[in-house]
Nanobody
């Protein structure tokens, strides 16, 4: 299997930027689908973005144009660049890897957007 560790969360003002990282414990070259979900207090978990092994990315409507997902197979890491952050982006962001039909999850990193 694989273990995932997220980092890069924190407190940022509205309009600011953060880059989240998801480091995997092994080579991710063969993992076709990796991405991010988020969950805000009192709300359901929300899919944010996905990237395939071929580099094809998809985004939730709420973040499209502001967030960019990327992957560096050499570093076994997936990134989420978040720009023009809004208070509604406040949530715990979790990375996942889809392996043999099952999602493997990281522990999450808190992102708080507030003035």
């Amino acid at each position: 299997q694989v273990q995932l560790v997220e980092s890069g969360g924190g407190l940022v003002q509205p309009g600011g930027s953060l880059r989240l990282s998801c480091a995997a414990s092994r080579n991710i070259f063969s993992i076709n689908s990796m991405g991010w979900y988020r969950q805000a207090p009192g709300k359901a978990r929300e899919w944010v973005a996905t990237i395939t092994s071929g580099g094809i990315s998809n985004y939730a409507v709420s973040v499209k144009g502001r967030f960019t997902i990327s992957r560096d197979n050499a570093k076994n890491t997936v990134y989420l660049q978040m720009n023009n952050l809004k208070p509604d982006d406040t949530a715990v962001y979790c990375c996942y890897a889809r392996i043999e039909g099952v999602n493997v999850w990281g522990q999450g990193t808190q992102v708080t957007v507030s003035s």
